[in-house]
Nanobody
Framework: QVQLVESGGGLVQPGGSLRLSCAAS????????MGWYRQAPGKQREFVAA???????NYADSVKGRFTISRDNAKNTVSLQMNSLKPEDTAVYYC???????????????WGQGTQVTVSS
């Protein structure tokens, strides 16, 4: 069993900052990619940012220059620093990871339970 647990959501004013964190635990051999997705009310879940084991990162155009993803491979954690937040960033944010439970197992797609981020004055 592999679990992802998020923390750090909340209410913030436009222009403010929040930091989300996610920790993976359980039977883990390796994690290739860890990332964040979000889902606003009435909309589909969308990609926000990803951090690969190699150190490379990827961002949605809507958050480039405002959000920064970072990862600790040794601790199986990923964080998302969100600056200059806008009302349109309001959503439930989900942590995602591609996990191998042993060396030759297939990569399993795992999700956290989600954390609410609300940007409002």
């Amino acid at each position: 069993q592999v679990q992802l647990v998020e923390s750090g959501g909340g209410l913030v004013q436009p222009g403010g900052s929040l930091r989300l964190s996610c920790a993976a635990s359980g039977s883990i051999f390796s994690i290739n990619v860890m990332g964040w997705y979000r889902q606003a009310p009435g909309k589909q879940r969308e990609f926000v940012a990803a951090a690969f084991r190699s150190g490379s990162t990827n961002y949605a155009d809507s958050v480039k220059g405002r959000f920064t993803i970072s990862r600790d491979n040794a601790k199986n954690t990923v964080s998302l620093q969100m600056n200059s937040l806008k009302p349109e960033d309001t959503a439930v944010y989900y942590c995602n990871a591609g996990v191998k439970v042993y060396r030759y197992s297939p990569e399993l797609d795992r999700w956290g339970q989600g954390t609410q981020v609300t940007v409002s004055s």
